[in-house]
């Protein structure tokens, strides 16, 4: 069992940067695949981007490439999601998942483990 608190949402201005974290309470860390999610009103929830376990492969969705990037501390069990040049169109809950096998990183099914959510939020 594994809980995700994520942090660092809030409200900032197109081009600005946030930086999210996702603190995962576990003494396996590094055994999870670890991906950021976000789900904009009356969306589905997309993927956003991913890391493996190591931290070596980095996964993104094409709206944030070039502008997100993802890393992880698995020494203090966090996930980071570092974005810059926010746009309105980011908007969003997102969303931290785990899980300790993931086949497609982009897929929603395959976690099994979920944040609550911290709200981002983009004005123009």
């Known amino acids: 069992q594994v809980q995700l608190v994520e942090s660092g949402g809030g409200l900032v201005q197109a081009g600005g940067s946030l930086r999210l974290s996702c603190a995962a309470s576990?003494?396996?860390?590094?055994?999870?695949?670890m991906g950021w999610f976000r789900q904009a009103p009356g969306k589905e929830r997309d993927f956003v981007a991913a890391?493996?376990?190591?931290?070596?492969?980095?996964y993104y969705a094409d709206p944030v490439k070039g502008r997100f990037t993802i890393s992880r501390d698995n020494t203090n069990n966090t996930v980071y999601l570092q974005m810059n040049s926010l746009k309105p169109e980011d908007t969003a809950v997102y969303y931290c998942?785990?899980?300790?096998?993931?086949?497609?990183?982009?897929?929603?099914?395959?976690?099994?483990?979920w944040g609550q959510g911290t709200q981002v939020t983009v004005s123009s």
């Open positions: 998942a785990a899980d300790r096998k993931v086949e497609k990183p982009g897929e929603v099914n395959e976690y099994d483990y």
């Open positions: 890391v493996s376990k190591s931290g070596r492969d980095q």
């Open positions: 576990t003494r396996t860390f590094s055994l999870y695949f």
